[in-house]
């Protein structure tokens, strides 16, 4: 069996046309068998795609060879297939959707690594862990201690930090989120808002979690991908943090409902999810309007 690999990047940096970028990333993509998501705009790059061991490789040096990125930073894992279906290049206004356009990047948190981040659980260090993701993101897996917002999109940031984390202007606090890009412009709003010791956490969970599993990451990790969910832990207390919404076993598996008119986002376990045939309700199974495909 050949060996896959997920990788995940971006990078802010000024990209003079983007849009010029774009056709030609595809196509380089498709001819070499890498497939995911992969944004570019004004402001940088941002992607995650999957690949053969080798691919990967060869995408890495492509990437690089783009002026200003030289130095990109590649967070890596290993797959037993592709990670995506399709490859999709697209060309944005921003390469994270938010409400942030109007922050300085320059104020961003201090960079906090891995290791800094588990020194400060260690050494019982009073500080504040804030989830920069969405509710149901965070409602499968988090760092111990962990304040989740129940935010339904990154543009609500601003209003967490206004109303819900307003008590914590002087205390320290650490934001993280999936591999470290939303952190960027959350860490320089609080920042910018007044706290007077905030920290980013440099690669995300993604990059937490391969190097310290069984430590403070609790449960699984959401993913955009074809995986849906990572699971980096084997110590049983710390495998699942989420309920089966039918049954109740831990598990940290979600699916969508697949009546197309509801769509939500519900934690099941894989034997519920095919008892109750994708979806969240009699109601829903009984709508015309469904996948036509299982999706999950
Ligand atoms: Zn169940
Ligand atoms: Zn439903």
Redesign the pocket.
């Known amino acids: 069996m050949q060996s896959y690999k997920v990788i995940l990047f971006y990078k802010y940096l000024e990209i003079e046309n983007p849009a010029e970028i774009v056709d030609r990333h595809l196509e380089w993509c498709i001819a070499n068998d890498i497939r995911g998501r992969v944004f570019f705009a004004n402001e940088g790059v941002n992607g995650t795609v999957s690949g053969t061991e080798e691919n990967i490789e060869k995408y890495k040096k492509h990437i690089a060879a783009f002026p200003g990125l030289e130095d990109i930073w590649f967070k890596e894992d290993f797959s037993d297939e592709h990670t995506f279906k399709k490859m999709h290049v697209r060309l944005k206004h921003q390469i994270v959707h938010g409400d942030l356009d109007d922050v300085s990047l320059t104020n961003g948190g201090k960079r906090l690594s891995s290791e800094d981040l588990l020194k400060f659980y260690e050494e019982k260090k009073d500080f504040v862990i804030v989830d920069a993701r969405n509710w149901y993101e965070s409602k499968i897996g988090k760092f111990r201690n962990a304040i989740t917002p129940p935010m339904k999109n990154f543009r609500e940031w601003k209003k967490v930090v206004d109303v819900d984390l307003k008590d914590y202007k002087n205390k320290t606090v650490v934001t993280y989120c999936t591999g470290g890009i939303r952190c960027e412009k959350a860490s320089a709003y609080m920042v910018e808002s007044g706290f007077k010791d905030v920290y980013q956490l440099d690669g995300g969970i993604f990059n937490y979690i391969k190097q310290f599993p069984d430590t403070y990451w609790q449960g699984g990790m959401f993913v955009f991908d074809e995986r849906r969910v990572v699971d980096p832990n084997n110590d049983e207390e710390l495998k699942y943090v989420a309920e089966c919404y039918f049954c109740g076993k831990p598990t940290s598996y979600y699916i969508n ?3 197309l ?4 986002i ?1 934690v099941s376990c894989h034997k519920c999810k095919v008892e109750n045939d994708y ?3 009699d ?2 199974r009984k ?1 015309n309007n469904r996948r036509n495909v299982y999706h999950g």
């Open positions: 409902c697949h009546n008119d509801c769509d939500r519900i979806c969240c309700s109601e829903c709508s």
